[in-house]
């Protein structure tokens, strides 16, 4: 396993929490201000405040949530909401495929770990070898969702005196959000051709496909990486880090 | 069952399951190198694709409009080494400023 294979000096599961608390804390912020424009559009679709609120606690997926109320609000039937909630998730089945390796366990123990999954803790669990610190997910998750309730139940409680989340631009939150963990990512050229090509591929499909389609379908220019010299250059970071 | 409740568990158990199954199906063995090349390079491409398709698009509509100059404002920010938090108010304040006037 990579946790007893890293060195004496390596960060104990202790600190490697504690790094991911301090690193999820400015993400669970921002998380509490997205979830409060959840949950005035949660209210506009008709659920009540306090199915807002469960919502938030045993979801815990803001594309998904978002997704599947408003269709649920535009009087779509129950099986779209939940379809629209699915293809706005399904970027979870490659990114749950990616940390997989790192989990240790049994089946059943993977996936209690693999629901901490959120995008900001996977991406900052991230390590340039391929693997992940399950550690530093636990923990950077921790205050995300937290923040999650607390912006969820702020927003079902004061609905009305906030009004059209739009009026106070919270509908920019979301996509600032992701595009702070894009900045992050776009360490080397070959990252940044492949961000392109990622959004290149949405926006072509956003017209013809269901929301969440383009997304998944973006994934493909991952496969950017089984170039030759993608690979090689993958190798020599992954020993660069180990040394 | 009321409409929102069936709602509330069918989406809880539908994202439960999808985070699950990468876990379940990919665990407990190292991934081959050309595998884990393009693990490296998923975060890059689905982070993009989340950011346009909700920055340029309304639904299934491509659209431009004050939430677009909100978002490049607090990528502006970012790229500019402040906080996620600060970011996102900066898109907020620039975006409602925008609708407001």
């Given at each position: 396993m990579t946790e007893t294979t890293t060195g004496a000096l390596a960060p104990t599961p202790r600190q490697r929490f504690r790094a991911g608390l301090r690193a999820g804390i400015p993400f669970g912020l921002a998380a509490g201000v997205l979830s409060i424009s959840f949950a005035l559009v949660a209210l506009d679709a008709g659920l009540s405040p306090l199915a807002t609120i469960i919502m938030s606690v045993v979801v815990f997926a803001g594309s998904a949530q978002f997704a599947s109320v408003a269709i649920f609000g535009g009087g779509g039937s129950l099986a779209a909401a939940i379809v629209a909630a699915a293809l706005a998730h399904s970027r979870f089945l490659p990114m749950g495929a990616s940390i997989g390796p790192s989990l240790p366990g049994g089946p059943l123990r993977r996936a209690l770990q693999g629901q901490t999954v959120v995008d900001s803790s996977w991406a900052l669990a991230a390590r340039p070898d391929g693997s992940f610190d399950r550690w530093l997910l636990f923990g950077s998750t921790l205050p995300q969702y937290v923040m999650w309730q607390v912006g969820t139940i702020a927003g079902a409680l004061a609905g009305d005196v906030i009004g059209d989340p739009d009026r106070l631009g919270l509908d920019a939150v979301f996509p600032t959000f992701f595009l702070v963990l894009l900045i992050g990512e776009l360490r080397n050229g070959r990252a940044r051709s492949v961000a392109f090509a990622g959004a290149a591929i949405a926006l072509v499909l956003v017209p013809i496909t269901p929301i969440g389609v383009p997304v998944l379908v973006a994934?493909?220019?991952?496969?950017?990486?089984?170039?030759r010299r993608a690979r090689e250059d993958f190798e020599r970071r992954a020993a660069e880090v180990a040394a | 069952m009321s409409a929102s409740t069936a709602l509330i568990v069918g989406v809880a158990l539908t994202t439960a399951a999808m985070k699950a199954a990468g876990p379940i199906a990919a665990g407990g063995r190292r991934l081959p190198t050309a595998a884990l090349s393009v693990v490296a390079m998923l975060a890059p491409a689905l982070l993009a694709a989340l950011v346009v398709t909700s920055a340029f698009a309304d639904g299934t509509d491509l659209a431009v409009g004050a939430d677009t100059a909100g978002v490049a404002a607090g990528g502006a920010a970012a790229m500019w080494g402040r906080s996620v938090i600060v970011c996102v108010i900066v898109a907020a304040v620039v975006c409602a400023v925008l609708r407001a006037v």
């Open positions: 994934s493909l220019a991952a496969l950017a990486g089984l170039s | -």
